[in-house]
């Protein structure tokens, strides 16, 4: 069977993983249904001949015995993760676990000595306890048991204790022996598709900050409070969300983006004047001086609104990473392997967080982006084309032959 072939019928096979009746998926991370997406994917690498291996906090690794059989051979890591969002997409993380797994057939059908590992990465997705790319954080050393503790899904567990709960070490050792580290993912964007490229290569990956805002003000009778004595928490807010985007869109050339994504008003009902109002803030960028820039307008303008309309402020920050540079040397290897093969690409920054992202402190990191049909992703409706795959596959492969 060729690769493209093969790839069909390994998606068709996790298909039935996770599958909701409306065509998405919902693949938590740290749960059976990501359980069963590494397991498929193993059977997969098993029939190719393939050994794995797992690390103290689930991450699992395949690799071919003939080329060094254990974690501590200096390796190329070309990883991803099987997990999703609840009601996600198929490709999102999966696409770069099958195109390293592709590519380490080729190594061994081609009979070349290069030690590649694909890696399967636990609980990138930070939908249910708002930390992202949990797995290659905590074999990267990028978060701390507070952070872990910290973290908790609606019902109050944290993720400290459910990583536990799963038999894993929330303290694992950090990993060693990668020469380098390579991903692909679909873009997650619209770039690629609107100028009508196959290819992207990654130069840095932006960081968001997240953060809560709340606006305390007084629950009044809507119709009994005159419009000079109120305290109305969601016309503050609404002030905010505005500035949110100017503050953003002021730093266009910079590709700062920032968005309001949540919105929880109290009471929420017509007949009363809202009294306690809370926005979720996501503000990332590449450059951290622009993304900076941003949050202290947004900040500063939350306190002239509390002030002007004699509310009380909260902010508290949940999260705040700082945006990467990838290795310049890996993206003009991974461009002149592009050229070599006549794939047409451009160099692009990343807006979405990556597991690439944590390893720049540890060894180069270099990233290739396919597109997806109309830059939709985390929804049923996110789409990408299996000979893009291949495309990727080709690229990593003529660049792990040349270097
Ligand atoms: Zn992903």
Avoid at 120 to 131: L, N, P, Q
Avoid at 176 to 181: C, M
Avoid at 212 to 231: C, E, L, N, Y
Wanted: hydrophobic share 40%; aromatic share 6%.
């Amino acid at each position: 069977m060729n690769d493209l072939d093969l790839l069909i019928t390994w998606f068709a096979t996790l298909d039935k993983i996770g599958a909701n009746e409306d065509g998405s998926f919902s693949r938590l991370g740290y749960t059976d249904t990501e359980d069963a997406m590494i397991a498929t994917v193993l059977g997969f690498s098993e029939l190719l001949g393939f050994g794995c291996y797992t690390d103290e906090v689930g991450n699992t690794f395949i690799y071919d015995k003939a080329l060094g059989d254990n974690s501590k051979v200096e390796r190329t890591l070309i990883a991803s993760h099987v997990d999703s969002v609840v009601s996600g997409g198929k490709y999102d993380g999966v696409a770069g676990v099958l195109a390293g797994l592709i590519v380490l057939k080729r190594i061994k059908e081609q009979g070349l000595n290069i030690p590649v590992h694909v890696g399967i990465f636990r609980m990138e997705e930070s939908s249910v306890f708002g930390i992202a790319t949990t797995g290659s954080k905590l074999v990267s050393g990028q978060i701390t048991e507070a952070t872990l503790k910290n973290a908790k899904e609606q019902n109050g567990v944290s993720l400290y204790d459910r990583i536990k709960e799963c038999g894993f070490n929330p303290n694992p050792p950090k990993i060693t022996g990668l020469k380098q580290y390579l991903e692909l993912h679909i873009e997650q964007g619209r770039v690629l598709e609107s100028k009508g490229l196959k290819l992207g290569v990654v130069s840095s990956i932006a960081a968001p900050v997240r953060m809560w805002v709340k606006f305390t003000g007084k629950q009044d009778h809507s119709g009994a409070t005159p419009m000079d004595i109120r305290k109305d928490s969601l016309v503050a807010a609404a002030e905010l969300v505005i500035h949110v985007e100017q503050a953003a869109t002021n730093e266009l050339n910079n590709a700062s983006v920032g968005t309001t994504g949540i919105i929880r008003n109290t009471p929420n009902v017509f007949n009363v004047v809202p009294g306690e109002t809370t926005l979720g803030l996501d503000i990332r960028g590449i450059d951290k001086a622009s993304r900076q820039r941003v949050l202290e307008s947004v900040e500063l303008k939350a306190k002239q609104l509390a002030e002007k309309r004699g509310l009380e402020l909260d902010i508290n920050k949940v999260s705040s990473s700082d945006p990467v540079k990838l290795s310049t040397d890996l993206q003009n290897k991974l461009s002149a392997a592009a050229n070599k093969l006549n794939i047409e690409h451009i160099v692009m920054p990343s807006g979405a967080g990556h597991d690439a992202m944590n390893f720049v402190d540890i060894c180069p990191v270099g990233m290739l982006f396919i597109p997806c049909v109309d830059g939709i992703s985390h929804n049923k409706l996110e789409s990408a084309s299996i000979a893009d795959i291949v495309a990727g596959c080709d690229v990593l492969m003529e660049y792990l032959k040349s270097n």
